[in-house]
Each structure stands twice: as C-alpha cells, then as structure tokens.
C-alpha cells in the first residue's frame, strides 16, 4: 500500500446539529424541550461510506451509553433533550486508507443566536440549525484510497 508523493486530495463534508423544539410534545422525559439530530455528511448527499469507516459521537454525560458509534450512513445520532453542550466526533476511516481519525466539536444548538428575526418573535415551530462546512485533506494518500477517490 505505497503513498503517493506529493498528492494531496480533498474531499468536502459537512457536520453539526438541526433541533426541533417540542412545544410540549411528549418526551421520553418530561424535562426534555427539544427534539435533535447531529450529524457528519458528504456535501449534496455524497456517500462518504467509501472511505468513512465509522463515526463516534460522544455526547454530554447526562445521557445514556454517551458513547454513540455508527458503523453506516446515515452517520448521524437523533436524541431529545434540554440542554445544549459540546459534542466530541471522531471520523474513523477505513484500514485500507491508512489515516488517522479525524475529531471535530460541535456545540449542540438548541436555540437561537437571535430572539426576534426583524423584530417578529422567532418562530416556536422553526427548527434551529448549526451546519459547519469542512474538508478532508488527505497528503499523500496511499495508492488504495487514491484509486477509490478516482472511481467516485
Ligand atoms: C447545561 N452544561 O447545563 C449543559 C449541560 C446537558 C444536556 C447540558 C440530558 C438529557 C437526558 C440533556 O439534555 N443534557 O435527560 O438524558 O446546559
């Protein structure tokens, strides 16, 4: 599995958090206020599984088993809760590509940066999202991972 000198390819992807607030609506637990999805994912729907092996999120330890691993796509864990707080995510690539795991962070949203857009109250049904836009940048990557890339 030789690496390929001076290749470097780039691959784009996006990460973070979508959040309903659930006005009431049964929770599993009556303190819960919001309903939420973190997620990491190819830009226009690309299917990263070619090369993303698994992903790891670790949430707050106020939930159950904090350590979330998904092995398929979609990569993305759904919880409710109340509260927002810093969600560790370690991308794991396959064997075959040679790379080390990539961790991000994201702050979980749940409201809001504004209260008001314009000056109308923000709505109480419109969902809060929080997406970062990224890359990954793979130097010199092995033969292997540069052929998969090629045939994608
Ligand atoms: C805060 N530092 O105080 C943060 C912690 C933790 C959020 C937020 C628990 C859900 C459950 C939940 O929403 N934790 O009951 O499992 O705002």
């Known amino acids: ?6 290749v470097s390819i780039a691959r784009p992807f996006y990460y973070g958090s979508i959040a309903y607030p659930l006005n009431g609506k049964k929770a599993s637990d009556a303190d819960h ?3 939420w999805t973190v997620m990491v994912k190819g830009l226009n729907n690309e299917d990263l599984s070619y090369y993303v092996k698994k992903v790891v999120f670790k949430l707050h330890e106020t ?11 979609p990569f993305e864990v759904s919880e409710t809760g109340w509260g927002e707080f810093e969600i560790m995510i370690k991308i794991h690539f396959h064997s075959s590509t040679a790379e080390k795991p990539v961790m991000v962070y994201h702050h979980l949203r749940l409201h809001p940066y504004e209260d008001d857009i314009n000056g109308q109250p923000w709505p109480k049904d419109k969902p809060v999202m ?5 890359e990954f940048v793979f130097n010199e990557p ?3 991972l540069y052929q998969t890339f090629q045939q994608h």
């Open 33 to 35: 206020t919001h309903k």
């Open 1 to 6: 599995n030789k690496r390929m000198k001076g």
């Open 130 to 134: 929080s997406l970062l836009y990224d």
């Open 63 to 73: 939930y159950p088993n904090p350590l979330r691993t998904v092995e398929s796509p």
């Open 142 to 144: 092995t033969e292997s």
